[in-house]
């Protein structure tokens, strides 16, 4: 079974700080990873897409890897923003299984929080 | 904007009722899939519709239903709500030649008493 964790659950940080959130999973066979954004009470927002044949995707100020080998992906944020406060979830697809690749399983999140 | 629209957007509920939450999706969108997400906790895959049939399911009971309809709508059906059915719940859809994006909804926000 397909378990993804997130460390830090938590992240406080002055503005202007460069950050990496890390995401773990368990089993390698997978499709995608992705990188969502969630602001309190709101839906997600797609950050980055990185397919299982790729090693990273970049947008902005937002880099995220993945080794697949290790089971391991980590989102970098680059002079980091007030406006980034939200909480960080990482999913990723899992191969084999016949829903397709909107079977998402995720991480718990990590809440980042940036203070001018 | 994500073009996923779903109602309503908060509702109370009690214990042992029904309630039906309703998603529109962008048109060409013929995949959709429900999430649940409790306080705190990442997201949830409930299931999956493709062209109006469910093609997946996670470890939900049967009284988690759904549809899917031509017009590129979906629905999710719980009977018999329980107390830990209060979450927050989110639709997604995407569409063939999409490159695997997927667009969330804003959800329901769901709580029983």
């Known amino acids: 079974k397909q378990e993804v964790t997130q460390i830090p659950a938590a992240l406080s940080v002055p503005e202007g700080e460069n950050l990496v959130l890390n995401c773990s999973f368990t089993?390698?066979?997978?499709?995608?990873l992705q990188w969502f954004r969630q602001d309190p009470g709101k839906g997600l927002t797609s950050l980055l897409l990185?397919?299982?044949?790729?090693r990273e995707q970049t947008s902005g100020r937002l880099n995220a890897s993945l080794d697949k080998s290790s089971g391991r992906s980590t989102l970098y944020i680059a002079a980091s923003q007030p406006g980034d406060s939200a909480t960080y979830l990482c999913a990723v697809s899992p191969f084999g299984e016949n829903t397709g690749f909107q079977k998402l399983v995720f991480g718990t999140g990590t809440r980042l929080l940036v203070s001018p | 904007e994500t073009g996923v629209t779903q109602s309503p957007t908060h509702l109370i509920k009690t214990r042992g009722q029904q309630v039906t939450l309703r998603c529109s999706s962008q048109s060409g969108h013929n995949t959709v899939s429900w999430y649940q997400q409790a306080l705190g906790q990442g997201p949830q895959f409930i299931f999956q519709y493709y062209r109006e049939e469910e093609n997946g399911r996670g470890n939900f009971p049967p009284r988690f239903s759904g549809l899917q309809f031509p017009n590129y709508s979906s629905e999710l059906n719980v009977n018999a709500l329980e107390l830990d059915d209060s979450a927050l719940y989110l639709c997604?859809?995407?569409?063939?030649?999409?490159?695997?994006?997927?667009?969330f909804g804003e959800g329901s926000w769901l709580t029983v008493v």
């Open positions: 990185i397919q299982s044949s790729q």
């Open positions: 089993d390698s066979a997978i499709y995608n």
């Open positions: 997604a859809s995407s569409f063939e030649g999409g490159g695997n994006t997927i667009y």
